[in-house]
């Protein structure tokens, strides 16, 4: 369990991250989601004993992180973002080192387990430097598992890896979140939908938006916007749809139109009416389905330069894989 | 484990309770491993290479002309490798923990529940272990010197143990610098400047000796360099408390620095 109250970091002038506060519970993955320079990396730091916090409290496993960092950190694996290995060790001998400066016993067969565990068997005796990105990045997970921590912290740990790999190693995250306590930071949004159980948002060090995928979904749908999509001039449509009787607001995105009711009510049969007998040929008209990158980007808008280029579309590193 | 679905339960927790022992000494790995990479590193074995290259040099020339000399040098060998140590101490020390900082591996050892003096201290000692080896090897010369003529052995143990000594402290100066900076080739030449300003001391402070109103600076600069600790004692066979306790010093001294430095990356990162 992972216990954030207010937790301050400053780098000199720089702000870092700033009255963070947040719980990841055990058998649950915890997604922190933010974009790069958020201060994901930061309050992770922090939470593995690496570096102390400028204000605010952490307990990990129940212990403080400042006051007892030497029993944090038995007590939490941990996979850094830029995976550091011993590029000239084989799999099996890293770990068993790392095992024994955790004090492991039986090290030897813990580190098979582990490598099990994380299906690397097979190149337990292969040098690192042999192994893909993939594999690394399994050998850095298998590393933080050896000592069978209560928590796992896992820094962006897809990043880099090929559709198939990222796949198996969010299979392997979910997995792991059953019996341990999960926290795993990742700038894609699908992702975090659906690898965790909570998500926490975080920008400019500000948590922005905490909750399971499923409620800060809700959270948003409840808007009950809509996507209206013409063939013609969005233009010379937009003022027709800001007409609507009961419509707040609407602006164009995503080629198309894209509404907010006023109140709670469905404002499609009103706004298909007034398209269509404005002369406009509408295409579709749907509500906007809200995935964590809308609310994502929806949270973070008035931070962001208005200018933006919204997609409808996933990120390209996600298209291939997105399977939500 | 299984990879079988497994509720979560509080209990599953206790295990890592049993997984780990809590009572074991870090630093010993650390050194196992290091001791390890210098005898499969091609670059520890370039410096015993070269340093040997050169020892033989000299000692065969030596050894021709040694008739003509009287008498005859016994701490010749002690002496060269004390003065070669401002390169072979840097080459040793420099990857040590410029590596680590570069490739990020330190940022995974100080999450681990050591403290920082144990990875230092063992790599360290494994620093001092390679070099012990390689004082131990040019023993051989002191044989071959006992079946051609007769040395002062005295004067040879005090001296081998002389450089011995003044190769810890060496290599303990050295680690300052490889925890400064992540750069190697950096690291090297500071460390070697440092060593050559330590080793050349004693000539300063004679130097300034000669000024009177500098004579207690002269005196400290002099207590500072290696040479003063070495050349007119322990290389002439005399063991002296003071000497020894220099060199402990020294390195007692440097590690905890580098344990300071290495520390304020937590500030730093």
């Given at each position: 369990m992972i216990e954030v109250q207010n937790l301050t970091k400053r780098y000199g002038e720089v702000?870092?991250?700033?009255g963070v506060s947040f719980m990841a519970q055990p058998g649950q993955v915890t997604g922190f989601l933010?974009?790069?320079?958020?201060g994901k990396t930061t309050t992770m730091r922090i939470l593995t004993g690496f570096m102390p916090p400028t204000d605010g409290k952490a307990t990990v496993a129940g212990y403080d992180v400042f006051e007892h960092s030497m029993e944090v950190r038995r007590r939490v694996g941990y996979l850094p973002?830029?995976?550091?290995?011993?590029?000239?060790?084989?799999a099996q001998d890293y770990l068993t080192y790392m095992g024994e400066i955790r004090g492991v016993k039986n090290r030897r067969t813990r580190a098979q387990e582990v490598l099990e565990r994380v299906g690397l068997i097979q190149r337990a005796?292969?040098?690192?430097?042999?192994?893909?990105k993939g594999m690394r990045q399994r050998v850095g997970l298998a590393q933080a598992l050896m000592h069978n921590p209560p928590v796992l912290i896992l820094d962006e740990?897809?990043?880099?890896?090929?559709p198939i790999q990222v796949l198996e190693l969010r299979d392997l995250v979910r997995d792991l979140g059953r019996d341990h306590t999960v926290l795993f930071s990742t700038h894609i949004l699908s992702e975090a939908e659906q690898v965790c159980d909570n998500v926490i948002i975080i920008n400019q060090g500000h948590i922005i938006a905490e909750g399971s995928p499923a409620g800060l979904r809700a959270e948003l749908e409840r808007g009950g916007r809509v996507l209206a999509r013409i063939d013609g001039d969005l233009e010379q449509a937009l003022p027709v749809v800001q007409g609507?009787?009961?419509?707040?607001s609407a602006e164009i995105r995503m080629d198309g139109i894209v509404a907010t009711p006023?109140?709670?009510?469905?404002p499609r049969a009103q706004i298909a009416q007034a398209l269509v007998s404005n002369g406009f040929k509408l295409l579709e008209l749907r509500p906007?389905?809200?995935?964590l990158e809308e609310i994502f980007l929806e949270l973070t808008r008035h931070e962001r330069n208005a200018m933006t280029e919204v997609s409808d579309t996933a990120t390209p590193e996600e298209s291939e894989v997105a399977s939500s | 484990m299984t990879d079988a679905p497994m509720p979560y339960d509080?209990?599953?927790?206790h295990l890592s309770e049993e997984v780990?022992?809590?009572?074991?000494?870090p630093f010993w790995a650390v050194f196992k491993r290091e001791v390890s990479l210098y005898f499969r590193s091609p670059v520890a074995y370039a410096i015993a290479f070269a340093l040997f290259f050169f020892l033989s040099l000299v000692f065969n020339g030596y050894i021709a002309q040694a008739n003509q000399r009287?008498?005859?040098?016994?701490a010749l060998i002690p002496n060269l490798v004390t003065f070669l140590l401002f390169l072979i101490g840097p080459l040793l020390t420099m990857r040590l923990i410029a590596e680590e900082t570069r490739e990020g591996t330190l940022e995974v050892l100080m999450t681990l529940?050591?403290?920082?003096w144990h990875f230092i201290v063992g790599k360290f000692l494994a620093a001092w272990a390679y070099y012990t080896v390689l004082v131990l090897l040019s023993l051989v010369y002191q044989i071959i010197w006992t079946q051609v003529g007769v040395p002062d052995q005295g004067v040879a143990f005090g001296a081998y143990i002389g450089a011995w000594l003044y190769g810890g402290a060496v290599l303990a100066v050295c680690m300052i610098w490889t925890a400064v900076t992540e750069d190697q080739i950096v690291a090297a030449f500071l460390s070697a400047a440092t060593v050559l300003v330590l080793y050349l001391a004693d000539i300063a402070a004679s130097a300034l000796a000669a000024q009177p109103n500098l004579s207690m600076f002269a005196e400290i600069l002099r207590e500072l360099g290696l040479q003063a600790h070495y050349g007119s004692t322990l290389a002439r066979g005399v063991l002296r408390l003071h000497d020894i306790l220099y060199f402990i010093f020294i390195i007692i001294g440097a590690l905890f620095i580098t344990t300071r430095i290495v520390e304020t990356r937590r500030w730093r990162a």
């Open positions: 702000l870092a991250i700033n933010g974009p790069n320079g958020a973002e830029t995976v550091p290995l011993y590029r000239d060790m084989t005796h292969s040098r690192i430097r042999t192994l893909s740990p897809t990043i880099g890896l090929d609507v009787p009961g419509i707040a006023a109140n709670h009510d469905d906007l389905a809200v995935n | 509080a209990q599953t927790h780990t022992t809590g009572g074991s000494i009287a008498p005859a040098q016994p529940p050591m403290g920082e």
